[in-house]
Structures are given as structure tokens and as C-alpha cells.
């Protein structure tokens, strides 16, 4: 298998998990530091275990700069949960997790403003499809019911979360040869010193249940999915990294009806059909511009 295909695996698989995850955030009915104080203590634990098994804990795996690079990804990347947890209620997991999928147009400009990645008129106009379609989801509102506590502060919660995440994206590229598994666990450490000192120790969960949710939030939605994301982040070219992201917010929104019945509207189906085809279109190659022939 190659590269670019077992990028594209790892990075669907990672996806479609972090696509539930708003679920698990909502029930555990924690505060969002707490959730994501848990989300990286129990994500530590997974990774050191796994790195420790890979025996990547050598002088000669990383250097102390690959180290500092991965801290400050560290930052951006809590930075991006503690603002996408909080989205969630105010503007209902579908909504937050539509908007909060801006971050593959941000990646995008980046990854061409830093890396000097070739923006093609078919991969814009792929993006675009998939950006219009982002559009009709989000301001199709669902139902009274379904709408969050305070919509507009929901929406710019969850686009800062999404610029956050494309800057831990292009830290990412810079980290290219260190192993993923170290980079996530470096991150997670960061965040346990990060939200030590702000979560709330005496609101702890008081059932197996709310614990079971918060250690599914640590070992599969950050260890198991983090190592897939850096994996085939490093595999693949920024624009098709982007494309396959839009994976995440189908699955969210289908998650979101599957467990609380918030029902899409049909212009948000619309919607997921544009990303859905957009990002195959993207990660197959289909061209929307017919080639020149060439005149004898």
C-alpha cells in the first residue's frame, strides 16, 4: 500500500471517530476543562503506553527543537478542543461541528502561504463546493429545539476552534519524520500543565458511566484517533488533508440525529451531499476542467 493511500485510510478512519465525539463531550455532562483535562490525562497514559512499547523513548528519535515545535502544536490543539467542547452547547453538536469545519480552507491558505502547495483551479473549486455546502448547514437551523443556548457565540467559538486547528496542522508538517505517537503524547502533556491549575476537582463524575465516557474521550478519541490524524497528516499534500476532513462533520451531524433526534433540515442534506461528493472529488483526482487538445 502506499503512502498517499494509507494516509487516506488512517485519515478517514481518524474522521468518522472524532465525528462522535461531541457525543461523548455532551453526555459525560462535565465542564469543558474537565473534559478536556481528562480527554489529555487519559490520552497520556494511552500514548506512553504505546511509545513506550515502541520504544521511541531514545536520545536519537527527536531533538529538543522537534520537542519545543510539538509543544506549541500542543497549545493550538488544546486550545481548539477547549473552544469546540464549549460550541457544542450553545449552538447544538451539528451546527458547531459544520462551522468549526472551516479549518480545511484555513489549512489550505496556510499550507500555500507556507509551504508554496499548488492551488489548482479544480481543488478551489472542490473546496468551494464543499465551503457552500458548509454554507447551507449552517444557516439551515434545526428545529427550536435543537438550536443551542446562545447560537452566535457557539458559531465564533467554533470558528476559533477551527483556526486553532489548522495552526497545530501546519506544526504538524514541520514535525514531518517524528513519530505521531510522540508528537500527540507531547501535546496531551501540555494540556494536562495547561488545565491542572482551572479543572474543577470537586466536580468530578460521580458514576462509572460519566468516568467510562470521559476514559472513551482519552484513549480512543485522542490516543487511537491523534496517531491516525499525525500519521496521514505527514503522509498527504495539505489540499487532500483538508478534503478528507469534511468527513468528520458528516458523521457528526448523522451522530447528533442518531442520538438526540435532532433532525436535518433539506437544505442541510443538500449540504452534506456537496461535501461529501467534494471531498471524493478531491481525494479521487476528478478533474472539473476538460484538457486542451492539442491542435496539429
Known sequence: MSDKMRGT???????????????????????????????????????LIVCAALGLFRPEVMTRRQIAWAAVGGVAIVSNWILLFAAFPRASISIATAVYNTQPFMLVALGALFFGERLTLTKLTWLGIAFGGMVLIVQSKPGAGAV????????????????????????????????????????????????????????????????????????????????????????????????????????????????FGHRLQPLQLLGAAAILIAAAGMTLGWSLVKPRVAQA
Open 148 to 259: 443551542g443556548t446562545d447560537y452566535l457565540s457557539g458559531i465564533l467559538l467554533a470558528l476559533g476552534a477551527a483556526f486553532f486547528y489548522a495552526i497545530a496542522a501546519i506544526i504538524t508538517k514541520k514535525l514531518k519524520g517524528l513519530p505521531p505517537h510522540l508528537i500527540a503524547l507531547i501535546q496531551v502533556t501540555v494540556g494536562i500543565a495547561m488545565l491542572a491549575p482551572f479543572a474543577n476537582f470537586a466536580q468530578l463524575p460521580a458514576d462509572a458511566y460519566s468516568w467510562a465516557l470521559l476514559v472513551a474521550v482519552g484513549v480512543i478519541h485522542t490516543g487511537v484517533m491523534y496517531i491516525l490524524l499525525y500519521g496521514a497528516i505527514q503522509k498527504l499534500p495539505t489540499n487532500l488533508v483538508g478534503s478528507l476532513s469534511f468527513i468528520y462533520p458528516v458523521v457528526a451531524i448523522l451522530a447528533d440525529f442518531v442520538a
Open 9 to 47: 485510510v488512517e485519515m478517514t478512519v481518524a474522521m468518522v471517530i472524532s465525528g462522535t465525539i461531541g457525543l461523548f463531550v455532551v453526555l459525560s455532562g462535565q465542564p469543558v476543562m474537565n473534559v478536556v483535562f481528562w480527554r489529555c490525562a487519559f490520552g497520556a497514559v494511552t500514548l
